[in-house]
């Protein structure tokens, strides 16, 4: 069984590109996780950087993917 997403992709939309309102949100719920212990500060700060180096939504995947269960 492979690990790789399956949600992702042109089809998916990954290929469109992020709007800086995109990653203000993936930061606020990086925050959220840090708040509810779910990361820590060195987690979040290294999540937050991968978000400002993101150009695309597929970019985004593998710096929540964990949040989301």
Do not use: C, H, K
């Amino acid at each position: 069984m492979s690990s790789e997403p399956i949600d992702v992709g042109p089809l998916y939309g990954g290929d469109r590109p992020i709007l800086d309102s995109d990653r203000q949100l993936v930061i606020n719920l990086l925050d959220a996780a840090r708040g509810d212990s779910r990361l820590t500060e060195y987690d979040f700060a290294a999540r937050v950087a991968r978000v400002r180096a993101a150009r695309f939504f597929d970019d985004l995947v593998p710096v929540t993917r964990d949040l989301m269960a």
